[in-house]
């Protein structure tokens, strides 16, 4: 299982979560009031399972009436919708981002080093993390 799933909007992530908790459930309305949040119980009272709705993800908590497995997922509700001017100015960080790296990268190379390779590697990571944040807006250095 994934450490971290991510839908689009509400009814997806509710989707997603009758698909994974393997039970009937219905909301429990005392703890829901105890908790301050939606809470979704089993109907199986037995096992303890339970849904909570915490607003930006919905936290399963699934147990086993064997006790053989416990299971706690989250679905994260990722719904921020981005104007144009936004992503051209996310677009344009990461693209300087990208610039920097490797103009980094060159100078590190060049050290021939073991601190250089460190450099190198932090670099190789950092450049992942900006190649998938462009690849998102569709964009592609």
């Not at 399972?49 to 497995?69: M, Q, V």
């Amino acid at each position: 299982m994934k450490d971290r799933i991510e839908v689009e909007n509400r009814n997806e992530a509710w989707s997603k979560a009758a698909s994974l908790f393997p039970f009937d459930f219905e909301k429990d309305e005392f703890a829901s009031k105890n908790a301050g949040y939606p809470i979704y119980r089993a109907t199986d009272k037995t096992n303890g399972s339970y849904i909570s709705d915490l607003g930006s993800r919905l936290e399963l908590n699934i147990r086993h009436d064997d006790g053989s497995e416990h299971a706690t997922i989250n679905i994260w509700i990722e719904d921020r919708r981005y104007t144009a001017k936004e992503v051209r100015e996310i677009v344009s960080v990461q693209r300087k981002e990208m610039e920097a790296i490797t103009a980094i990268r060159l100078a590190a190379e060049v050290m021939d080093t073991e601190a250089g390779k460190q450099v190198i590697k932090l670099l190789n990571s950092m450049e992942i993390q900006v190649k998938a944040r462009l690849e998102q807006f569709g964009f592609l250095q």
